[in-house]
T-cell receptor, first 114, second 114 residues
Framework: AQSVTQLGSHVSVSEGALVLLRCNYS??????LFWYVQYPNQGLQLLLK??????LVKGINGFEAEFKKSETSFHLTKPSAHMSDAAEYFC????????????FGKGNQVVVIP | DTGVSQNPRHKITKRGQNVTFRCDPI?????LYWYRQTLGQGPEFLTY????????KSRLLSDRFSAERPKGSFSTLEIQRTEQGDSAMYLC????????????FGPGTRLLVL
C-alpha cells in the first residue's frame, strides 16, 4: 500500500525565512502526490498536487514542491515565510487501486516566529 | 460552488449514545469520502461512495459505524454506542470521480465522547 512519511511534527521558521517541509513516499506505481494545509478548526485545503506532468509544481500562496523519483520525495517549499503560513501541513499519496483514497502523513505544524 | 458542508460542526455526547453526522458534497461530485482525524495525526480513510454505492470500507470502520448516501447526494455517518476512543474530527470530502482527482474537504465535525 502507498504511504508517506513526514518527519518533525513541529517546524519553527522565522518570518521571511525559507519554509521547507519534507515528504517521502512509498508507492509501487507512479504516484499522485498532494500537499494540503489545515488551519485551526477547519478542513483541509489543497495547496498543490503532482500528477506525473511537470516535476516542479507550483501551488497557492507561493508554495511549490518538486517531485524527485530517485529520492522518492515531494518536499514543499516557500521562499519567504509569512505569519499567515502558520498552520498544519499534510502530504498525501493517492491510492492507485481505483478508489482514490488518500494516505496522509502525520503532518507538520508550522510556527512562524516574528 | 458552495463547497463541501458538514453538520454539526461540533458534537459532545456521553459514552453509549448514538450520533449521526451529515455531509453535503459539491453538487456535481459523484464520489464522497469519509476520513477520521485524531489529535496529532493525519486523516485516515474510513469509507467511500460512488454515487449511492458504498464501494469500500476500511477495517477502522467497526460494526458500530454505518454510512449511507441515499440517492447519491448527501451522506450520513452514524456511530452507535459511542466510546471515548471515537473522539476525533470526522472529515468528509468529495470529488468528480475521475481517476486520482483532487478531493475537496469539508470543515469537519469534531466529536467529543465523555
Amino acid at each position: 500500500a502507498q504511504s508517506v512519511t513526514q518527519l518533525g511534527s513541529h517546524v519553527s521558521v522565522s518570518e521571511g525565512a525559507l519554509v521547507l517541509l519534507r515528504c517521502n513516499y512509498s508507492s509501487s506505481v507512479p504516484p499522485y502526490l498532494f500537499w494540503y494545509v489545515q488551519y485551526p478548526n477547519q478542513g483541509l485545503q489543497l495547496l498543490l498536487k503532482y500528477t506525473s506532468a511537470a516535476t516542479l509544481v507550483k501551488g497557492i500562496n507561493g508554495f511549490e514542491a518538486e517531485f524527485k523519483k530517485s529520492e522518492t520525495s515531494f518536499h514543499l517549499t516557500k521562499p519567504s515565510a509569512h505569519m499567515s503560513d502558520a498552520a498544519e501541513y499534510f502530504c498525501a499519496v493517492s491510492d492507485h487501486y481505483g478508489n482514490n483514497r488518500l494516505a496522509f502523513g502525520k503532518g507538520n505544524q508550522v510556527v512562524v516566529i516574528p | 460552488d458552495t463547497g463541501v458542508s458538514q453538520n454539526p460542526r461540533h458534537k459532545i455526547t456521553k459514552r453509549g449514545q448514538n450520533v449521526t453526522f451529515r455531509c453535503d458534497p459539491i453538487s456535481e461530485h459523484n464520489r464522497l469520502y469519509w476520513y477520521r482525524q485524531t489529535l496529532g495525526q493525519g486523516p485516515e480513510f474510513l469509507t467511500y461512495f460512488q454515487n449511492e454505492a458504498q464501494l469500500e470500507k476500511s477495517r477502522l470502520l467497526s460494526d458500530r459505524f454505518s454510512a449511507e448516501r441515499p440517492k447519491g447526494s448527501f451522506s450520513t455517518l452514524e456511530i452507535q454506542r459511542t466510546e471515548q476512543g471515537d473522539s476525533a474530527m470526522y472529515l468528509c470530502a468529495s470529488s468528480l470521480g475521475l481517476d486520482r482527482e483532487t478531493q475537496y474537504f469539508g470543515p469537519g465535525t469534531r466529536l467529543l465522547v465523555l
